[in-house]
């Protein structure tokens, strides 16, 4: 049986699959789960120190399996989630990255408190609804970056305009990127309704699942040849094989949600199963073997 095991961020992983920050995660249960049926680390869902208040409804399926959604971060309070990472961190043996935005200010607050109340192994905040400039997530990143000692993880937006650029220049301040986010704003309806889905201003929401995959994998191999910092693959994964993908394209470790929306929890470790198969087939011992594999072989292209 292939060896799934690897070290990121200085962190021991029993396997590269784990959730990524959405409604999958949004509970200490949830989470729980989702470490008792085979995922290599607990993600949580996003939150951030003023709670959210989503539109209803926020979530329908579009093509291929993906879902479009207008969730933003957590609903709850910050004080209420604290008590549900507790519970889990006194669960779970695996792991631990919890995840929050958005200003520099409430990353730096929440950071420390995380620390202090929580001990997790890494803490990832996200770059959605920080708008399309550079220097203010610089500002996020090295706030947060200062104000903690654990792993800082960078959670990549598809559609930010100046992508590579922002990474490059966000490496000095964190240990390694999450790509990618959902992608939006993008409106799937119902014909003959001809009415908004969502309960957005109209009807948009943003993109995850198999529609996600192609982009989200471009995305990681751009990045893999210009960051030295590891980096999670996430977007569209269903499978082992997709996974594998991932890995070979530069990825060191993924992440996925949807699936998990449409699965369960149990998907975290039934892809975990698969990767490992898929490498036993292939005459592989290790995800060692195949890390890097697409992006070497296309540098070599290149020369």
């Known amino acids: 049986m292939a060896d799934l095991k690897s070290n990121v961020f200085g ?22 789960e989702a470490a008792a049926t085979g995922s290599g680390a ?12 989503d539109p209803r409804p926020t979530m329908k399926k579009t093509v291929a399996g ?73 500002a996020v990143a090295e706030s947060l970056k200062s104000s903690v000692n654990v792993p800082v993880l960078m959670k990549l937006s598809p559609g930010f305009p100046q992508l590579e650029e922002l990474a490059q220049e966000a490496e000095p301040f964190v240990d390694g990127f999450v790509a990618v986010n959902s992608f939006g704003p993008a409106l799937d309806f119902n ?45 569209g994964i269903t499978c082992g094989t997709d996974a594998v993908k991932f890995l070979m ?17 149990s998907a975290y470790g039934r892809i975990a199963a698969e990767i490992s198969d898929w490498l036993d087939d292939n005459g592989y011992s290790s995800i060692d073997d195949i890390k890097n594999l697409y992006l070497n072989n296309i540098e070599n292209r290149r020369q």
């Open 11 to 32: 962190i021991d992983f029993p396997n590269p699959v784990m959730p990524a920050a959405g409604p999958n995660v949004k509970s200490s249960r949830l989470m729980i």
């Open 249 to 265: 394209a530069g990825a060191s470790l993924v992440q996925l949600c949807t699936t998990a929306i449409h699965e369960g929890p």
């Open 42 to 53: 607990v993600v949580s869902k996003t939150f951030s120190v003023v709670p959210a208040s």
């Open 66 to 138: 993906g879902l479009l959604n207008c969730e933003t971060w957590l609903e709850d309070s910050y004080e209420n989630f604290i008590t549900e990472l507790q519970n889990v961190k006194a669960e779970s043996e695996i792991p631990l990255i919890v995840s929050i935005g958005y200003s520099a200010e409430d990353v730096a607050f929440l950071g420390r408190l995380l620390e202090k109340e929580i001990q997790p192994d890494a803490i990832e905040f996200s770059t959605h609804y920080t708008g399309s400039d550079i220097q203010p997530l610089l």
């Open 191 to 235: 014909p003959v309704k001809a009415a908004p889905s969502l309960g957005s201003d109209w009807g948009q929401g943003w993109l995850s699942g198999p529609p996600l995959l192609p982009i989200a994998l471009g995305i990681v191999c751009r990045l893999a040849g210009i960051v030295s910092k590891p980096i999670i693959g996430v977007g």
